[in-house]
């Protein structure tokens, strides 16, 4: 499935918007690895503890809404885009959220 | 130029089950064959592990990037016995104070005759269920890990 960004699939043209998918998630890590994070914040540098979470909850979101659009019979998903927010210390929450569209090749009727 | 195809182990060819797998992990069953295997999965564990199995490399996949010296730098200096030495004494002394010291704290505050009983069952009450919610999020977690596909990834 495609996902994209834009408003528009090149080189194919919308044939029906379904609507909304998204997908959530709220990931954290345990104790030990914010312990370490914090002395990290001491030092400096990246924080892998939290660069992981980031990317933990980032692909998990975007699985969640591929498969609502899945649901739907979508052929991709355009506008595509990540919001993130903090609903807890040190939890990591992404929201992925874009319109299901059923497309046909541009050369195609 | 090595032949390595003679020397290639010979994979057998993915069973009945793991091909199922597979194409529910990929949400390419149809909504009935879906919804058979849904509650195959409820009733088979080795099932719902060869999902989850196909679910972690595929994303996995997606980690196209190649390592950064940092990364690698950071795994070298993980194997540096200095530092596992020193992570690996810190972590047991903070355990070991934490955990004697919270059960000491407790048996001398339950024990303590100038502190009405009330108080003290209540309060050894409320440490008992803290402990049993503690460990049900625990085992939760820990039946939980090898089903999450996501626990890989590092960045």
């Not at chain 2, 032949?3 to 010979?10: K, L, M, T, V």
């Not at chain 2, 529910?24 to 592990?49: I, V």
């Amino acid at each position: 499935m495609l996902i994209l960004t834009t408003d528009e699939v090149a080189a194919a043209r919308i044939t029906e918007s379904l609507g909304l998918v998204r997908g959530t998630t709220v990931r954290t890590r345990h104790w030990g690895h914010h312990l370490i994070a914090a002395f990290k914040g001491v030092v400096g540098g990246e924080v892998h503890e939290y660069t992981k979470v980031i990317a933990e909850a980032r692909e998990e979101a975007l699985d969640r809404m591929k498969a609502e659009a899945f649901a739907l019979g979508a052929d991709a998903v355009v506008g595509f885009r990540f919001a993130t927010s903090e609903v807890a210390k040190n939890c990591a929450e992404v929201v992925a959220y874009g319109s299901a569209v059923k497309v046909v090749r541009a050369d195609q009727g | 130029m090595l032949d390595r195809s003679s020397h290639a182990p010979e994979e057998p060819p993915p069973s009945e089950d793991e091909l199922l797998a597979m194409a529910y992990a990929d949400g390419e069953l149809s909504a009935e064959e879906a919804t058979n295997f849904s509650a195959r999965l409820k009733a088979e564990p080795a099932l719902l592990r060869l999902v989850a199995e196909h679910r972690a490399l595929d994303v996995l996949a997606r980690q196209v990037g190649l390592p950064e010296p940092a990364e690698i730098d950071w795994s070298d200096l993980k194997e540096d016995r200095t530092y596992r030495g020193t992570t690996a004494a810190g972590w047991i002394l903070l355990t070991l104070s934490v955990s004697i010291g919270v059960a000491v704290a407790s048996g001398e505050f339950l024990l303590d005759d100038t502190v009405p009983a009330p108080t003290r069952v209540l309060a050894g009450a409320g440490v008992l269920g803290l402990a049993l919610l503690f460990g049900s999020v625990l085992r939760r977690r820990l039946r939980a890990i090898p089903l999450d596909p996501y626990r890989h990834l590092q960045r």
